[in-house]
Nanobody, 131 residues
Framework: QAQLVESGGGLVQPGGSLRLSCAASGFTSDYHGIGWFRQAPGKEREGVSCITTNNGATYYADSVKGRFTISRDNAKNTVYLQMNSLKPEDTGVYYC????????????????????????WGQGTQVTVAS
């Protein structure tokens, strides 16, 4: 059974940092897009960052470019999201998600951040940026 488990959320002051982790298990495909999404109260879920497992290509929403860094540790089957210079508008529940396909498909899902492309979702972790 494929599973994603997020951790690392919390309360942080503006300008601070957090690192989120997404531990994956039970996946059999070699090609995945692993994405981070977030959802603020009253807003739609939006894509934040994504990484492809076949070549490690990374993708970011414009709102987080230069502040967030996505990375992976293949030995631990874990994807990380390092979040620096956090702003109050970064507040929300952060989810990691996985979608499988061929090399072109996983690239497309990471570029487009279409929710329906991602088959498995974690339970989410709360990130609150406030003074």
């Amino acid at each position: 059974q494929a599973q994603l488990v997020e951790s690392g959320g919390g309360l942080v002051q503006p300008g601070g940092s957090l690192r989120l982790s997404c531990a994956a298990s039970g996946f059999t495909s070699d090609y995945h897009g692993i994405g981070w999404f977030r959802q603020a109260p009253g807003k739609e879920r939006e894509g934040v960052s994504c990484i492809t497992t076949n070549n490690g290509a990374t993708y970011y929403a414009d709102s987080v470019k230069g502040r967030f860094t996505i990375s992976r540790d293949n030995a631990k089957n874990t994807v990380y999201l390092q979040m620096n210079s956090l702003k109050p508008e970064d507040t929300g529940v952060y989810y990691c998600a996985s979608g499988a396909g061929g090399a072109a498909s996983v690239q497309a899902m990471c570029v487009l951040f279409r929710l329906n492309d991602f088959d498995y979702w974690g339970q989410g972790t709360q990130v609150t940026v406030a003074s």
